[in-house]
């Protein structure tokens, strides 16, 4: 069985260093090969361009900007009347990935509006969600970009997110109808929303493009304790195949390097099974 591929989430990772190009250094130097982030478009382009190649880290995954995030957004794909401002995050987020090499964007839905009724909104916001990833989908398909849907748990991050079950964005992906918009796993959501941990990868395996990972509840490092045995996680994605990326994006305890020895074991452990 093939090891699994970790790779540094650098917006909850190494933030003991003020900006993204040192953070990607800093991963590579903590023994990461691969990068991922949620926003860097407040970042110069070319400076993230010459930390990636100086670095030689690979950047696998950031997200479509979320809007205004002091108004209260965050994503727009699933949000109706703002079809336009989506189109035009996703040409940002496509000219950054095409320049860091990026293969992955997570398209990120939105929240319900405030006070809204959501039996009613649920069925608009699903179909302008289902129109906006088929658009994605067609502009993602020229530049060999893959675009993802992550639920995000309503019962303790994100109340009105409109996304927050697998089997909803199971759902949402057969409607789409194509390959390149697949399923992000985080696996913290998971657990809270659903549980089920290990039948959930079993299933839903063929349509999960990245995975995430975090201890529950705290939503601390892999190594801290918690509800999740993630040696246990490690075997069945392993055994199961799992060729994809596992982002870690935790909230150190500590400083970050304090909080991979976690990954450090796991590591050790790999590479004396080589030898």
Known sequence: MAPLKFCANISWLFTELPDFSQRMFAAVSAGFTAVEAAWLYDSDLQELQRAREASGVELVLINSPPGDLTAGDLGLAAVPGREAEFRKGLDVSVKYARALDCKRIH??????????????????????FVQNLKYAADILSKEGMTGLIEPINSRISEPRYFLDSPHHAAAILEQVGR?????????????????????????YLPIIG????????????PGSAGELNFSYLWDTLEQLGYHGYIGCEYKPLGLTEQSLTWIQQ?????NTMKT
């Open 210 to 221: 990245h995975i995430q990972v975090a201890q529950v509840p705290g939503r601390n490092d």
């Open 266 to 270: 796991y590591w050790a452990q790999k």
């Open 179 to 203: 390959p390149n918009i697949q399923l992000q796993m985080d696996i913290f959501h998971w657990q809270i929303m659903d549980g089920n941990l290990t039948q959930n990868l079993r299933r």
């Open 107 to 128: 398209l990120m839905a939105g929240r319900f509006p405030e006070g809204a009724d959501r039996t009613v909104a649920a069925k608009e916001m699903e179909a302008v």
